[in-house]
């Protein structure tokens, strides 16, 4: 079975670039996660959507980070523009609400120069 | 609020060796409980996970047991490997809603 896909696995851009993250989740789960790590904060929740609808977006920064979740089987994470203290792993995951078991993708390593 | 408590890293053990890393969780309700382990350049896989008290889970060796009474789920390996050399996370996720909440992780360096 597919696991939880994420494009692209590596990016590198220049500050002030848009910068967008996709995801795939896995086919019948219907909860979406995007998380960031980094050394100095670890993994931070950004936002996470249930049945397609944001449920909590507290954990987004600022309003340079948007995220959308069109349909079940698609989200981005959009960072416009990007700065360089945005550089971090960025992981997608996705659950089935009666599961409760959450499935990571395998990050998407964004450098912002 | 609800939340997770793993003991800070780095470790580092010989290869062979026991194996604890503690966790404690605080929850208003009645949790499920999971280790995630993510190793370099990975993102976080599954370990094991309980879902009710006295329950324990397993795999690869690993096992942590759910102590509702010590609100503690920690984890063991009685002989640890090379390949265990990775960042180990403790999680939580209440019935309802659907919220995941992560530990800081704890970093393993095992040497032969």
């Known amino acids: 079975d597919a696991g939880v896909i994420q494009s692209p696995r590596h990016e590198v851009t220049e500050m002030g670039q848009e910068v967008t993250l996709r995801c795939k989740p896995i086919?019948?789960?219907?909860?979406l996660f995007w998380y960031r790590q980094t050394m100095m904060r670890g993994l931070e929740l950004l936002i996470y959507?249930?049945?397609?609808?944001?449920?909590?977006d507290s954990g987004m920064p600022e309003d340079r980070f948007s995220a959308k979740m069109p349909n079940a089987s698609f989200s981005t994470l959009k960072i416009q523009p990007s700065e360089p203290r945005d550089s971090a792993v960025y992981f997608c995951?996705?659950?089935?609400?009666?599961?409760?078991?959450?499935?990571f993708g395998e990050g998407s390593w964004l450098t912002v120069v | 609020g609800d939340s997770v408590t793993q003991m800070e890293g780095p470790v580092t053990l010989s290869e062979e060796a026991f194996l604890t890393i503690n966790c404690t969780y605080t929850?208003?309700?009645?949790?499920?409980l999971f280790w995630y382990v993510q190793y370099p350049g990975e993102g976080l896989q599954l370990l094991l996970k309980?879902?009710?008290?006295?329950d324990k889970g397993s795999n690869k060796g690993f096992e942590a047991t759910y102590r509702k009474e010590t609100t503690s789920f920690h984890l063991e390996k009685g002989s640890v490997q090379v390949s265990d050399s990775a960042v180990y996370f403790c999680?939580?996720?209440?019935?309802?809603?659907?919220?995941?909440?992560f530990g800081t992780g704890t970093s393993l360096t095992v040497i032969p």
């Open positions: 995951a996705s659950s089935l609400t009666t599961g409760n078991t959450i499935y």
């Open positions: 086919s019948g789960h219907n909860s």
């Open positions: 959507f249930n049945n397609n609808v944001p449920i909590d």
């Open positions: 929850a208003t309700g009645y949790p499920s």
């Open positions: 309980a879902t009710k008290a006295d």
């Open positions: 999680a939580l996720s209440l019935n309802t809603g659907n919220q995941f909440y």
